[in-house]
Each structure stands twice: as C-alpha cells, then as structure tokens.
C-alpha cells in the first residue's frame, strides 16, 4: 500500500539537543508537509514544500528547519530543542490532482523534551 | 491570513443522537472546505469535503453544509454509533492553495 511513514514514532530528548524527524511516503505526491498537535490547538502548519527545491515556512517555523532530500523524503529538525516544543508532530502529503486536496497525514511522531 | 474557528471543543451525545460540528472562516477566498477525523492514537483521515460551489454534500450519515454569505460551514452526522467517537477537524482553504488553515477539533463522544 502507498503510504506515509515517520520515524521514530516516540522520542524523549533533553533541552538543548538537536534532533531530527523523518518523513517518507510512496504516494509519489509532490506537496509534503509538517504539522504540530497540541490538545485543543488543533493542526498548526510548520513547514511546507510543493517539490524537491521549493520549501515555504507556516504558521509556525520559528525553532524548527526542515530538509527536502527527494520527493520522497522530508525532515524536519529542531537545532535546539525546548520544552515547549513537545507535542506530535504529523508529516502529511497532498495529491494536487485539482478534484480534491486532500491531506495524507503518517502515524505520528511523539516527542516529549525534558 | 485564514482563521478557522471551531465549536463546541467536546461534544457529547447518545447512540443514535445527531451530532453537529460548526466552523466559521475569515477569509472570503476560501473555496474548498474539508473534514477530518481523528480516531484516539490515530492519524487524522479526510471524511468529507465540499467546495463552495456546492451548498451541501452528503455520505451516508455524514453531511456538510456551507453558508457562504455568512461564512461558515458544519458537518452533520446522524444516527451517531460508538465509533463515530472521535475528534475531528474542519479546515478552510483556497482551492489550488493546497495550504489549509485547521480549526481546533471537535471531541465527539457517543455513549452507547
């Protein structure tokens, strides 16, 4: 089955380490992107990129960077985590056929800073 | 840019009752409005969608009505089961964007 997948899928890191998410997907969709989840904030952008050269910040970047390796892969790195940056994270793709737009998201990526 | 407002944050129903989630968007642009849902540990999947050039859509149990003039839109679930618990999500767009603004979810719990 095509799919999005995310590694790791729990995380406990420490302030001030650096570390990175990893996005994979074998939907050959072009648009990928990062999302955070908060309890009662809901899916808030952090990044996007609609192919391997483009990448765009959201609603939320500030603390984070990411990397487009291939139109496969998307990762997403915090330089200097914080506390307040744990949450889940969700990688999602976007088919852009112009009929729908709908979201693929992957399983998730619980990261808990301490 | 867009702001997504979402409500009730939990809704609470019996089996059989109907449910209904309602959002409001701000910006006027917005064309493509689309529902997710988030069963618990899951990853949120798209239910229902609806363009603005449609004022309503139906599947099934599920319905989603659009008020462009006042700009919101609500999805409609009747008949509710048990595992229609979940939280779920509306979201606003510009249709081609490919860029949707999320309201902050909907705690629905059915008890049997």
């Known amino acids: ?114 | 840019g867009e702001n997504v407002e979402q409500h009730p944050s939990t809704l609470s129903v019996q089996e059989g009752d109907s449910a209904v989630i309602k959002c409001t968007y701000s910006d006027s642009a917005s064309n493509y409005f689309p529902w997710y849902k988030q069963e618990l540990g899951k990853r949120p999947q798209l239910i229902i969608d609806i363009r603005s050039n449609v004022g309503e859509k139906k599947d099934q149990r599920i319905a989603v009505t659009l008020n462009k003039t006042a700009k919101h839109f609500s999805l409609h679930i009747t008949e509710t089961q048990p595992e229609d618990s979940a939280v779920y999500f509306c979201a606003a767009s510009r249709g081609g964007s490919y860029i949707p603004t999320f309201g902050r979810g909907t705690s629905l719990i059915v008890h049997p």
């Open chain 1, 1 to 114: 089955d095509a799919d999005v997948t995310q590694t790791p899928r729990n995380r406990i890191t420490k302030t001030g380490k650096r570390i990175m998410l990893e996005c994979s997907q074998t939907k050959g969709h072009d648009r990928m992107y990062w999302y955070r989840q908060d309890p009662g904030l809901g899916l808030r952008l952090i990044y996007y990129s609609f192919d391997v050269k483009d990448i765009n910040k959201g609603e939320i970047s500030d603390g984070y960077s990411v990397s487009r390796q291939a139109q496969a892969k998307f990762s997403l790195s915090l330089e200097s985590a914080i506390p307040n940056q744990t949450a889940l994270y969700f990688c999602a793709t976007s088919d852009g056929d112009g009929r729908r737009e709908t979201q693929y998201f992957g399983p998730g990526t619980r990261l808990l800073v301490l």
